[in-house]
């Protein structure tokens, strides 16, 4: 072979050419280390979060086409780029030449908060444009499918897609030729465009064209390259592996024969995970690199035949285009599988993935082998020995030697034949979320009638995710040859397929008993759906579908995006200067969207820096007995090992109340404990030593990590915490029903986008060390790396530009790891970063408690609970953290918006042998709101009452008290119910949702409406207070420094407004750099909704301060400048600088007597959600949100909307799709978006409108203005009552009567399971203690 060893690319119109490239490098690091350009972020290393994306552009020379498509940089080998363009972030626009479209009207739109994800978005879209400069809605957000975020809620981001399309501001989905926009519940429009009393938060006539004559061309060397060059096999070799590129056929065979073993490696997306996530190492990698054989589109006389190099998206334009060019009848697995690429993973994965790697990787989940192997598809194999066909079957699934590829074969590729007359072949999935997550179950079914008899001669069924790899019911289907289509052949079809497809009550990832159902729902469902067409094709001797079973056959609610926002806030004479209550777009909006906004990973390499990477015990709970370091000391690159013993007389810190060890090597209380941390000279090194450090254990008893097994073994902390009102005991006496029940809610991970990330850097002089770092609490930070360097603070700086998202995660682990870290930078005097893996960050860190709430509630026949008992626990895991405080923070919030006159509620934290838990947005009022919901609506089935009617029946009224007696006004709470009463058309839809459920049997729809109270402070004044610097400068610009942390919520934005409203300044005269206890000393924790009020209010005491100096000056010349005016004041003397300072609100909780004064002001509000629920398979769809809320005086209301919409849909998530799973052993499965679903795009309402109260009271607060980064978290709830409501509807119709137990997340295995039916009861079920479960409920 003649071989080159040099790769050469192009990255943003430059070229890159390297001799010496390592093959184990991908792309990712590759960008944000070798090239700097960090605007392309790391968020999970697997595919899944899409924050890596990049454009890649091939030139083919045979068609003459560039084709552009969107990858994950994080799976992209770098030597997988010979000849390609990579554009980056970088690559489409700055600030310093010209910002793109899609970047300026991201950031116009309101499209990011903290930033993290929006360089992937951004170059998501703008790959889509270069392909379509007018995409229709539904591709924008296809494309969008494979892109996290954690803040917006997308609904933004849908808002910059709408832009680009031609037809904008409507659903595009003209049913009935009526536009979403002009249809009302009762055939009016329910809201008017532009409408007047709300002031547009985007101006769309100041956005720049889309221009696509200014795009990067592709580079004419690589075009040159392509068509002239002759090809060469590339080889580049690393220090452990080797990568060979050939180009042809001849030495792609060659290759294989000597490197039988090496993979053929093609989009790496299943290859790459499993080097990535499970160690697996190939020493030779074969990527065969424009092999034409490899992509070729036939129509042969008996099928397609589609090259195995093709990617899946490829795949899905050729069978798109086959079946608008064939007949209908040849080309039904081809519908099948189109309807399977369209959920399948992402955009970027779908355009890197092959098919040849989809087949021959051979998932359990896979989605396309079951459709493969029901369509008899043929696997076209060379090898140097010639060509050979297999069929894609059983054996070939099952990997047996004689029906699979030798290892000197490759395929080349599959052959997908046509379909026939009388032959119908569907596809069915269930995931955990519908769109890129991998199915809980799939199926391919095919039956074929011959004749047109309706007697089965063919049929075929397969399975994913029921067993190692797709399984086909041959048996059962052999059984069923001759039979009639008809419910007979259904019944023995479901019995058999469930004998022959069985799954073990342990078997892995567990819902073994869903996974069970669906396999006989979807059989249900292929019977609908085929005796459905039968019957339109033989009207005369096919029977019609029932009416009410036909929505059984039918695709949840089609996607439409519409949203509206109403908003008024009172001045209608303002100054025309004064920044208050404007929609300015976020500081960092454009810098975000252009990369070019800095967070910690992205500083760059000090000089000499070394990287830290941690050792965790994989052990819930046990004594260590030894650990071995000389394997790990003695690899590559290693410099030190830090244990316990290092920490010697500094290894612990007090946090609130109790005194937690930085580093235990002798006992270990949870998985993911940090037992010790190495150091190395790069990431790669410290990484793969950290997994040589081999730890001994000595497993100790009990392990708890259950709620229930807590109870069991008195396992708490600290005393019980109680609130008391009335008497609920003599109450019971006199209520007309009592009722017992319990609520169980999961637990939840914050999945910010950016992972706890550190950089300690020692300074030469004075032993000073700075810390830059994600966090939320500078000032914790800085005293817990004085107190491990025994250094004073003074010596200590802890800086935070921005934070990635937080939501509570980044307060105690984040300064454990980060005094670890400086601790190591201190020891070696050299530079230290530590950035988490996805997986470490989930695996270490913990996230919002699991509750379970039992109750005991007394109540008249007209709804009116007289008497509740309550009693909470929470599963704190292995140290105290935050929890207690959680946990007291949840209990006076308990009652949400409902006035319960005898309430008796008592609270404890389990101590548990799992990661400890801490602060999550909303701080226990989310798991508290929601038992109290839960209660409320099982009174209400217990009185025949609607839950709505209950709520209001005890909502609060007028002037009220809270259980801990606290006075306030409920006027606004009744306000905002009535308005979202109105709004959202209840009781129209409510009766619409009743139709609806009487026409359908497989699917319900569901309403709900929810209140929120939500009272806002903290526990103490100083834990309030606040500080703010202000510099003017002489030129008259103006810096503002404060205490609170820009974590995505926009404080610095309003921050400036505030500075530039009590200056009268513009906005532009006002900088703010970031949060630094240098500028300001002895911050609280940002958090808790009032990071803006608080600082908000320190920034006005500095300006006030300032101008009341300055007021001799501006009073000579009122007419001056602040140029002037600062100069004046300079050359008379005084200062220009000034601090400010809020003391806080004042406030006080006396747990001993139950009462005190807690809480400054409440937020008020409520959502109405609709949903429609698939009763066959558990899938739901969030049709449409009303949400009203008495925010009091928007200071930016296009921040506070992102706020109120990002905490709702982080709400939602939470109740319904957000499920943490252990091991009985105490693992944590979930460790990355592959297996922990946070809401997509895809989870957005079809119409969410928002509505705010008019500013109403004034108080003492910032401009009169209320915090409300939480509250809106809880009313994700509504969402859960909805498919509680619609599920409910069910077992109704079911003949299912009693009490109904729903705990959250209301995932679709609890939906499907909880809509009983014939198919629930067919199923074998598995004696509780028969069996090991994969997974424990903790
Ligand atoms: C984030 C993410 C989400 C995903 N979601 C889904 C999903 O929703 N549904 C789903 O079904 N799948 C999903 N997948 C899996 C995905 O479909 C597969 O990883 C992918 O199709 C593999 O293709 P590849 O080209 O990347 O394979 P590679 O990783 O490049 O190779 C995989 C294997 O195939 C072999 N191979 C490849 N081509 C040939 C050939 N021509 N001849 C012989 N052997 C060959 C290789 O030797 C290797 O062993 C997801 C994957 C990721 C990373
Ligand atoms: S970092 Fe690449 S997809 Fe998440
Ligand atoms: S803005 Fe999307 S993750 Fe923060």
Redesign the pocket.
Known sequence: MDRATELLFYVNGCKVTENNVDPETMLLPYLRKKLRLTGTKYGCG???CGACTVMISRYDPITKKIRHYPANAC?TPVCSLYGVAVTTIEGIGSTKTRIHAVQERMAKCHGTQCGFCTPGMVMSIYTLLRNHPEPTLDQLTDALG?NLCRCTGYRPIIDVCKTFCKTSGCCQSKENGVCCLNQGINESPEFEEGDEISLKLVSEEEFLPLDPTQELIFPPELMIMAEKQPQKTRVFVGDRMMWISPVTLKELLEAKVKYPQA???????????DVKFKGVFHPVIISPDRIEE?SVVNYACNGLTLG??LS?AQVKDALADASLKLPEEKTQTYHALLK?LR????SQ?RN???L???I??R?L????NPLLAVGNCTLNLLSKEGERQIPLNEQFLRKCPSAD?KPE????SVTIPYSRKWEFVSAFRQ?QRQQ????VVNSGMRVFFGEGDGIIRELSISY?GVGPTTICAKNSCQKLVGRPWNEEMLDAACRLVLHEVSLPGSAPGGKVEFKRTLIISFLFKFYLEVSQILKRMDPVHYPSLADKYESAVEDLPSRRHWSTFKYQNGETKKLSQDPIGRPIMHLSGIKHATGEAIYCDDMPAVHGELFLAFVTSTRAHAKIVSIELSEALSLPGVVDIMTEEHLHGVNSYCFITQTEKILDSAEVFCVGQIVCAVIADSEIHAKRAAKRVKIVYQDLEPVILTIEEAIQHNSFYEQERKLECGNVDEAFKVVDQILEGETHMGGQEHFYMETQSMLAVPRAEDQEMDIYVSAQGPTFIQDIVASVLKLPANKVMCHVKRVGGSFGGKTLKTGIMAAITAFAANKHGRAVRCILERGEDMLITGGRHPYLGKYKVGFMNDGRILALDMQYYSNGGSTLDESVLVLETGLLKMENAYQFPNLRCRARVCRTNLPSNTALRGFGFPQTGLITESCITKVAAMCGLSPEKVRMINMYKEIAQTPCKQEFSAKNLIQCWKECMAMSSYSLRKAAVEKFNSENYWKKKGLAMVPLKYPIGLDSRAAAQAAALVHIYLDGSVLVTHGGIEMGQGVHTKMIQVASRELKMPLSSVHLRGTSTETVPNTNFSGASLVADLNGLAIKDACQTLLKRLEPIISKNPQGTWKEWAHAAFDESISLSATGYFRGYESNMNWETGEGHPFEYFVFGAACSEVEIDCLTGAHKNIRTDIVMDIGYSINPALDRGQIEGAFIQGMGLYTIEELNYSPQGVLYTRG??QYKIPAICDVPAELHISLLPPTQNSNTLYSSKGLGEPGVFLGCSVFFAIHDAVNAARQERGLFGPLKLNSPLTPEKIRMACEDKFTKMIPRDKPGSYVPWNVRI
Not at 365 to 368: A, F
Request: hydrophobic residues 45%; without cysteine; glycine residues 22%.
């Open positions: 697997g595919g899944g799976l494979g993979p053929i490696l093609m989009g790496n997306t299943s290859v790459g995970p490899l195995a190099g899946l399977h959920t399948l993973a992402g994965i890197m993935a092959s040849g790697g989809h021959v990787s998932h989940d896979s989605d396309l590829l074969e490759i395929l080349i995931a890129n997550a991998l199915a994913g978006p592959d």
